[in-house]
Structure formats: C-alpha cells, structure tokens
C-alpha cells in the first residue's frame, strides 16, 4: 500500500452541482435562484434580522431593567478526579495551585470544586467553593474544605 492507492471512503465524495447547463438539466435558465430579486443576485445575503429597511422587531421593543452580565464574574470548576493527581497527599490546594497545575484559567472568578471522579488522598483546600458532594467526599478522604 502507498500513497497513491488511497482513495476516499464511498459516498464521500459529490459531483458538482453544475449549474445553468440547459433546461433538461434541471438547474438551467434561472440556476435554482428564482427570478430576480436581491437573493437572485451574487453576493445576495441579507444578515440576520434584517427586516427590508423595516425597524426591526429588537429595536422596536422597549428595554427596561438592569442586566449585570457583562459584569458577571462566573464559576471556575474543576472535578476532583481531575485535581487528585496533581497534588501529593495531604497538601494544601488553592486558587494560585490550580492556574500552575493549568486545571483553571488564569482570570478573575470564584473557583469551585465538583464531585467528579474520586479522591483517593487527602488534600486540604484553601479559599476554594465546594459543591455538598465534593465536600463529603474531601471529608470522607480525611481532606478539608476552608
């Protein structure tokens, strides 16, 4: 076998659309564009919700209230079978542990530790939110939750 007997899987591969061949073709005269009109034309895309000039329906509605989201400062979670073969037993886990491990993201937000996987050492977290489960199982190990 070499390179050049490879070829692609059955069914992979498509003949061309081959478009205004004649009207026995099936996709003459007009090329299954219809007649005229912008989406006739090329390069006829309209973005999305655009209403033909039309005030569109998000801004013909009123805004009211506050959102924060922007603000939001969202969870970082990472599973404890994923932060169990890091650390040796008995050590102490914070934040700053995590991002050099690279288990998080190096940015703002409120770590929190999921139950997922298992613990099978202690270790002692420090300034770090845990979910009930997670917390039974750092417990169970013989670990803490500050």
Not at 11 to 29: D, F, I, N, P, Y
Not at 136 to 142: E, I, M, Y
Request: proline share 5%; aromatic share 4%; net charge positive.
């Amino acid at each position: 076998m070499d390179l050049s007997s490879l070829k692609p899987r059955p069914g992979a591969k498509h003949r061309v659309k081959r478009l205004g061949c004649g009207e026995s073709s099936g996709h003459g005269k007009t090329s299954g564009k219809g007649h005229k009109g912008q989406k006739a034309r090329s390069g006829g895309s309209i973005r999305l919700g655009f209403e033909g000039g039309q005030m569109p329906l998000m801004r013909r509605m009123p805004k009211r209230g506050f959102n924060n989201n922007q603000f939001r400062e969202g969870f970082l979670s990472v599973n404890l079978g994923r932060v169990a073969p890091h650390f040796a037993a008995g050590s102490t886990v914070d934040a700053a542990h995590l991002v050099a491990a690279g288990l998080i993201p190096d940015r703002k937000g409120i770590v929190k530790i999921l139950s997922g996987g298992e613990l099978p050492h202690a270790l002692h977290f420090k300034g770090i939110a845990a979910s009930a489960a997670a917390r039974a199982k750092v417990l169970a190990s013989g670990g803490t939750v500050e």
